[in-house]
């Protein structure tokens, strides 16, 4: 499987604009420049993005080991803070609020570190990651 998606970026890096589209369309010349990135202008980022695909990854991944143990979850909210400095992606802190019947506070940290360790993204990721969540039964 190979998954797609287009950049284009005109003008220098500061003063310059990009937009970015993906193969399903979900992002359509999507608006990036240095404002998104460094500042609080609309549209986009990459890091943005990294934050967006590693809290999807994880949910997923979490939910596949919960079904594997017999749990369906009725909610997993994740959130990933993503801390970019210096130039460098430092970290993504996952938080996670979960709403999963008839399952102990033990093994769900199990089965949340495995999604932490083990989602395709934060094994691509080369930065430190953490994960804290609150867990409603």
């Known amino acids: 499987m190979i998954r797609k998606a287009t950049a284009v970026w005109n003008g220098t890096g ?3 604009k990009g937009h970015l589209t993906t193969a399903s369309n979900v992002l359509n010349k999507t608006q990036y420049s240095f404002n ?5 202008g609309v549209g986009t980022n990459p890091e943005e993005l990294i934050a967006a695909a590693h809290a999807g990854c994880f949910a997923m991944k979490l ?16 959130t990933s803070n993503i801390t970019f400095e210096e130039g460098t992606l430092k970290k993504s802190h996952l938080v996670l609020k979960a709403k999963v019947a008839g399952v102990s506070e033990e093994k769900f940290a199990e089965l949340v570190k495995d ?3 083990n989602c395709p993204i934060s094994q691509a990721l080369n930065m430190e990651i953490s994960v804290e969540y609150t867990l409603n039964s």
């Open 14 to 16: 500061k003063e310059g």
């Open 36 to 40: 998104t990135r460094f500042e609080d």
């Open 63 to 78: 939910s596949f080991n919960l079904s594997a143990e017999g749990l369906s979850p009725e909610e997993l909210d994740v």
């Open 115 to 117: 999604a932490e360790l």
